[in-house]
């Protein structure tokens, strides 16, 4: 079932309408690509296909029991969601949300609700959840000490969180200089990114108040021909009109790194996947 949590059914694509009482806000998602994009639909697949093993292997890790109350932040096209849906139980819930519902509208599950939810300004009861699961949502929103703090407050007394974001840290340094040229001319495109979201994880989760707090990582070597190459590929031909429109790279440029990654001599590294995770105290 879907629930709209701010404004009616609709794609969102540039913008969202906020509702506060009687007056309408408008909020700029600067977020680069939209499920409209003709290529938006694989381009999740293929990175689904590189992060479900390793997400479920850390859920797996934390322990999603029958009947747990779950929300999935940035929900995307659903594959975790409907995981987490099977692991709940009929008995269980899962609040899946996005900006952009189109993808999650077509899961099929009695026990998942749709929410249209902005991390950045919507807010959910203390307390709500036994486990709160985000990836790769967090890059794409700007800099707030109080987000994170935020939503380990929405857990119950035992509940899990779970954060995974991408990081740029050995992207920035590759020995490529034309792959090496994309994370700087990403955040030139979209400010209100973050090239080191993940290792600022680190930093945050021992100030959280959670207990078993861990963490890991995995890093995306890139080589031509492989899904992985194509995930690139995609990722960079999508956000490449954006950095040429605000003149950090050139149309010459932008075409030569989305086209470095299926270039027979390439290998260099992407992403590194940080996942940082804890516990909520129990009740005294």
């Given at each position: 079932?879907?629930r709209?949590?701010a404004?009616?059914?609709?794609?969102?694509?540039?913008?969202?309408?906020?509702?506060?009482?009687?007056?309408?806000?408008?909020?700029?998602?600067?977020?680069?690509?939209?499920?409209?994009?003709?290529?938006?639909?694989?381009?999740?697949?293929?990175?689904?296909?590189?992060?479900?093993?390793?997400?479920?292997?850390?859920?797996?890790?934390?322990?999603?029991?029958?009947?747990?109350?779950?929300?999935?932040?940035g929900?995307?096209?659903?594959?975790?969601?409907?995981?987490?849906?099977?692991?709940?139980g009929?008995?269980?819930?899962?609040?899946?949300?996005?900006?952009q519902?189109?993808?999650?509208?077509?899961?099929?599950?009695?026990?998942?609700?749709?929410?249209?939810?902005?991390?950045?300004?919507d807010?959910?009861?203390e307390?709500?959840?036994?486990?709160v699961?985000?990836?790769?949502?967090?890059?794409h929103?700007?800099?707030?000490?109080?987000l994170?703090?935020?939503?380990?407050?929405?857990l119950r007394?035992?509940?899990?969180?779970?954060?995974?974001?991408?990081d740029?840290?050995?992207?920035?340094?590759?020995?490529?200089?034309?792959?090496?040229?994309?994370?700087?001319?990403w955040?030139?495109?979209?400010?209100?990114?973050?090239?080191?979201?993940?290792?600022?994880?680190?930093?945050?989760?021992?100030q959280?108040?959670?207990?078993?707090?861990?963490?890991?990582?995995?890093?995306?070597?890139?080589?031509?021909?492989?899904?992985?190459?194509?995930?690139?590929?995609l990722?960079?031909?999508?956000?490449?009109?954006?950095?040429?429109?605000v003149?950090?790279?050139?149309?010459?440029?932008?075409?030569?790194?989305?086209?470095?990654?299926?270039?027979?001599?390439f290998l260099?590294?992407?992403?590194?996947?940080?996942?940082?995770?804890?516990?909520?105290?129990?009740?005294?």
């Amino acid at each position: 079932m879907v629930r709209a949590a701010a404004v009616a059914a609709g794609l969102l694509t540039n913008w969202s309408r906020r509702l506060h009482g009687d007056t309408v806000r408008w909020v700029s998602l600067d977020y680069a690509f939209p499920h409209s994009a003709d290529d938006e639909a694989r381009r999740l697949e293929l990175f689904q296909q590189r992060l479900d093993p390793l997400t479920i292997r850390r859920l797996e890790r934390l322990g999603v029991g029958r009947g747990d109350s779950c929300l999935e932040i940035g929900g995307g096209r659903g594959s975790i969601s409907r995981w987490v849906a099977s692991r709940v139980g009929p008995e269980g819930h899962v609040t899946a949300t996005d900006l952009q519902l189109d993808f999650l509208e077509r899961i099929d599950a009695p026990n998942v609700e749709v929410v249209r939810h902005d991390i950045r300004v919507d807010p959910f009861p203390e307390e709500s959840f036994d486990l709160v699961h985000a990836r790769a949502v967090l890059m794409h929103v700007p800099d707030d000490p109080e987000l994170v703090p935020r939503i380990a407050s929405w857990l119950r007394p035992g509940g899990r969180l779970l954060l995974e974001e991408p990081d740029f840290g050995l992207w920035l340094v590759d020995a490529d200089q034309v792959w090496a040229a994309h994370p700087g001319s990403w955040h030139g495109a979209f400010p209100n990114g973050s090239v080191s979201r993940g290792r600022s994880l680190l930093a945050q989760f021992p100030q959280l108040g959670l207990v078993d707090v861990g963490a890991d990582a995995e890093v995306d070597i890139v080589e031509p021909g492989g899904p992985l190459a194509e995930f690139y590929r995609l990722s960079l031909q999508a956000i490449g009109p954006r950095a040429v429109e605000v003149g950090v790279l050139t149309a010459e440029e932008a075409a030569a790194i989305a086209r470095r990654p299926t270039e027979p001599d390439f290998l260099g590294c992407g992403f590194v996947h940080i996942g940082v995770w804890g516990r909520r105290p129990p009740s005294p």
